[in-house]
């Protein structure tokens, strides 16, 4: 039976990652695969989350299931920091675990498709997994351009989707450092969002995988707070992998806000029908420490200022980018005001091949690079190997 299968192609970025590591060449340089790096190039466990595994491993009794819905001490620890002051809306608003930001994506729009929506709108170019997801619960996805050429948001492709959307049809947002662009849509559009969303039937789903690494926590969610409070409902989907450095324990949530309370408790047992079939119960682990992480002052302000540093790490590079205004025929400049891992250069596929063999430079074939792979150590080489094969 299983001969009848046909070969996939291998993920790209994940087939990167063997190529880089068997290169031998000692100043090669990482700018695939999307973690966070320090400035040695190390992708470090958190010491707060550190502290609150070793707070863990005392206090944690039993391992016995819990359930579809995992550990609702972390999902609502984390509210306040998503939602605001007044984290439920009013009771408007249930979560539940998920296996990381791909699990929370996965139910949104596995449960938005139960509800009977058909077609997911999305700014593209995207995370591809996003496509990747759809596709494999059969449902279409409609494309507009994120992005302008000068490196700002398409806000008009956007409003244009929200404006003529019908009954049926979502969009998917990112609600901060748009991967892979890191082109963010400023508050002042996030308004105007909000507002098109209010006055049309297309349903919000919002994917926040990087809140506190591009402004901050608290600005990071200005454009999810915008839009949640201009409409009746949506979905937001959640990952603590990026802020958290949690990225291989797998810890996310999703979270539904509905008109009004009372209407929760349907959608929430859908969520938990669908969860339940797929994955049964989220590993429990990481989200248990991120709830007494966040229970622990101590250990909140140690995360908080790590997190701090990683995200002015991340802005000292994309202002060091943007000082060098051009590499080649590539416009640097636009990247220091864009936010969070990622950036698109626009190179060839052949730059990016000569990138890698000729240089030892390794980024994606979409051109998308992470900012996070540079450092004071390799940034002048990078800049002058772009200018090399781009001039
Ligand atoms: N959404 C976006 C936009 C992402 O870039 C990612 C991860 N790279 C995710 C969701 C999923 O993250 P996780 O690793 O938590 O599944």
């Given at each position: 039976m299983l001969?009848?299968?046909?070969?996939?192609a291998p993920d790209a970025l994940l087939?990167?990652?063997?190529?880089?590591?068997?290169?031998?060449?000692?100043?090669?340089i990482d700018l695939g695969v999307g973690v966070y790096?320090?400035?040695?190039?190390?992708?470090?466990?958190?010491?707060?989350?550190?502290?609150?595994?070793?707070?863990?491993?005392?206090?944690?009794?039993?391992?016995?299931?819990?359930?579809?819905?995992?550990?609702?001490?972390?999902?609502?620890?984390?509210?306040?920091?998503?939602?605001?002051?007044?984290?439920?809306m009013g009771g408007r608003i249930a979560g539940m675990q998920t296996p990381g930001g791909t699990g929370a994506v996965r139910l949104a729009v596995a449960v938005a498709q139960k509800?009977?929506?058909?077609?997911?709108?999305?700014?593209?170019?995207?995370?591809?997994?996003?496509?990747?997801?759809?596709a494999d619960i059969a449902l279409e996805l409609v494309p507009f351009d994120h992005a302008l050429p000068d490196g700002t948001a398409n806000l008009d492709a956007l409003l244009n989707v929200i404006r003529n959307g019908q009954m049926g049809d979502a969009v998917l947002l990112h609600g901060c450092c748009h991967n892979p662009t890191g082109i963010d849509y400023t508050p002042a559009q996030w308004d105007e969002i909000a507002g098109a969303?209010?006055?049309?039937?297309?349903?919000?789903?919002?994917?926040?995988?990087?809140?506190?690494?591009?402004?901050?926590?608290e600005e990071d969610a200005y454009g999810t707070r915008r839009v949640l409070a201009a409409v009746p409902e949506a979905l937001v989907a959640y990952s603590c992998d990026k802020n958290f450095g949690y990225y291989r324990d797998r810890v996310g949530a999703l979270y539904v806000m509905m008109r009004e309370e009372s209407a929760l408790p349907p959608v929430v047992s859908n969520l938990n029908a669908l969860a339940r079939a797929a994955w049964s119960m989220p590993p429990d682990h990481g989200g248990a420490a991120v709830r007494l992480l966040l229970e622990d002052a101590d250990l909140t302000r140690a995360w908080e200022a790590e997190l701090d540093t990683m995200r002015a790490r991340m802005r000292q590079v994309r202002a060091t980018?943007?000082?060098a205004g051009t590499a080649g025929s590539v416009d640097l400049t636009p990247l220091g005001h864009q936010n969070g891992l990622f950036a698109m250069l626009p190179v060839s596929k052949?730059?990016?091949?000569?990138?890698?063999?000729?240089?030892?430079?390794?980024?994606?074939?979409?051109?998308?690079?992470?900012?996070?792979?540079?450092?004071?150590?390799?940034?002048?080489?990078?800049?002058?190997?772009?200018?090399?094969?781009?001039?």
């Open positions: 001969d009848n299968l046909a070969p996939q087939a990167l990652i063997k190529l880089y590591a068997a290169d031998d060449r000692a100043d090669k790096r320090t400035d040695d190039g190390a992708t470090p466990v958190f010491a707060a989350v550190k502290g609150a595994e070793r707070k863990l491993l005392e206090v944690q009794e039993s391992k016995s299931y819990l359930g579809p819905e995992g550990d609702l001490g972390f999902v609502h620890a984390l509210m306040p920091y998503i939602f605001g002051a007044d984290a439920t509800a009977g929506v058909t077609r997911i709108h999305m700014g593209t170019p995207s995370w591809p997994n996003h496509a990747q997801i759809l969303l209010a006055a049309s039937p297309v349903f919000p789903i919002i994917d926040v995988a990087y809140q506190g690494l591009g402004q901050g926590m980018l943007a000082a052949e730059q990016v091949e000569r990138l890698q063999s000729e240089h030892a430079i390794y980024m994606a074939g979409s051109g998308r690079i992470n900012v996070a792979g540079l450092h004071s150590g390799n940034i002048d080489r990078f800049i002058a190997a772009l200018a090399a094969v781009t001039g």
